[in-house]
């Protein structure tokens, strides 16, 4: 088992109100939360690779602190759409499992997630190779990129509702983090209870390994907060039906299964 080292929050923490939350964080410097939001980030870019995550830190505050440290911005285009492509997995995979879809296959898995999100974003340049090859690389600490993309949801959900100020970089996920470091951390601990322990409701193994996951420390100081849970549509599910038991990216072939 393995635990993130980052700072706990010196109060607990339960957040009953995001918008506020935005509107008073983007009135400070994105370096305000730098504390947390450093590791944090280097965890999630990083998740396994210790030299990587020093390397990051240090990039991150020199781009904190004003700096243009190049090697690193050229990296975050690669990591946020890395981070989408993990997000859709986790996100179908609850998904699935909350509205108790293939339950007859065996219920949510990582591999029908991954199939339904590669077709819902290859428009993007995704396919099944490359997202089978981004949850290898970012599986342990998928639950907080997921939560740092529903965050980004949330946030632009909120700005198209009632605008809060809110500039296009200022829904970068990298950003967003250092905005909001405790709201992703809350919507993460949600996502590390679901995928470490809700076995999907037609049988199989959690979402992620816990061996390995970088799991957020017990006494953080902050609440589980609840993400909206992704709808699986009707024709998603009908073309899930027409997937083969294991196929990871051959040609699919129509069966029988009814829509569930």
């Given amino acids: 088992m393995r635990t993130m080292e980052i700072p706990c929050f ?8 995001p918008e506020y939350l ?5 009135k400070q410097k994105p370096g305000s939360q730098a504390a947390i939001s450093i590791p944090l980030l280097s965890y999630m870019g990083w998740p396994n690779d210790p030299a990587g995550r020093e390397d990051a830190m240090k990039m991150l505050r020199a781009w904190l602190d004003g700096e243009d440290p190049r090697e690193f911005l ?11 492509r993990i997000a859709d997995i986790v996100q179908i995979h609850c998904g699935l499992s909350e509205g108790g879809h ?6 949510a898995s990582v591999g029908k997630s991954i199939f339904l999100g ?10 099944q190779a490359n997202m089978w090859e981004g949850w290898s690389g970012y599986k342990d600490s998928a639950h907080l990129i997921a939560a740092v993309i529903a965050v980004c949801a949330d946030m632009q959900r909120r700005n198209s509702k009632q605008p809060l100020g809110i500039g296009f970089q200022d829904l970068l996920p990298i950003r967003v983090v250092c905005l909001v470091p405790e709201l992703v951390v809350g919507v993460g601990l949600h996502y590390q209870e679901y995928g470490l322990n809700r076995v999907s409701m ?12 970088w799991r957020i420390p017990e006494n953080i100081g902050i609440e ?20 083969r038991a294991g196929n990871r990216g051959r040609a699919n072939r129509l069966e029988t299964t009814p829509v569930s």
């Fill in 118 to 127: 590669s077709e819902r974003i290859k428009a993007r340049g995704a396919s």
């Fill in 22 to 26: 935005y509107k008073t964080r983007l």
């Fill in 74 to 84: 050229k990296q975050i285009p690669l990591i946020h759409q890395n981070w989408g």
């Fill in 10 to 17: 010196p109060r607990n923490v339960e957040i009953s109100d």
């Fill in 224 to 243: 589980p907060v609840l993400p909206l849970v992704r709808e699986i549509l009707p024709e998603e599910i009908a073309f899930l039906n027409s997937r």
């Fill in 102 to 107: 293939q339950q007859r296959r065996g219920g």
């Fill in 202 to 213: 037609g049988g199989g193994e959690p979402m992620f390994d816990p061996e390995t996951l």
